[in-house]
């Protein structure tokens, strides 16, 4: 399932040069809030520390952290994600689960930029001061229990045919 995941992501980047989702979930709760709708670009310059990137992990989940780390691991290298509200870091993956960075939300039709200044203090922040965001932590967690729980996985997509639908990996 994770490479059929893998594979209509990468495909819709590469035609569209956007892959457009609701988000779900409370992981990078205040930065992402369930229902924006998030703008992924392609890669061209690579994917930088405290950038969000949307990755599809080893299992054929589709989530959307913040970069962490780049390890090098043998000959290769792997990227290490965590959602800022999350107490643990995702498993590192590697360049080819990377389908795209958030270059912008939508929330309650504002268009919010990742190239404001707020937004790249905040990502610097989230990247290299994790205490920082241990607030947001517990209102994130009282949210997501509120709300029913999260729902891995399940995406919106927008910009496929036109319509949008349900994407479950």
Not at 98 to 122: N, P
């Amino acid at each position: 399932m994770r490479n059929e995941t893998l594979r209509t992501l990468q495909a819709v980047m590469q035609r569209k040069q956007e892959v457009v989702l609701r988000a779900r979930g409370y992981s990078m709760y205040p930065y992402i809030l369930p229902e924006d709708i998030c703008v992924f670009r392609p890669l061209y310059a690579g994917l930088k520390i405290g950038q969000v990137g949307l990755v599809v992990g080893e299992s054929g989940i589709v989530y959307s952290h913040r970069l962490h780390r780049i390890d090098r691991v043998g000959s290769g290298i792997q990227y290490v994600f965590r959602g800022d509200t999350n107490g643990y870091f995702d498993k590192p993956v590697y360049r080819s689960q990377i389908v795209g960075v958030l270059s912008e939300l939508r929330r309650e039709e504002k268009t919010i930029r990742e190239s404001a200044a707020l937004r790249k203090c905040w990502s610097y922040i989230a990247a290299r001061g994790r205490l920082a965001l241990l607030p947001f932590a517990g209102a994130a967690r009282r949210k997501e229990v509120r709300a029913g729980g999260a729902a891995p996985g399940r995406w919106e997509l927008y910009g496929i045919g036109g319509s949008g639908g349900t994407f479950d990996s």
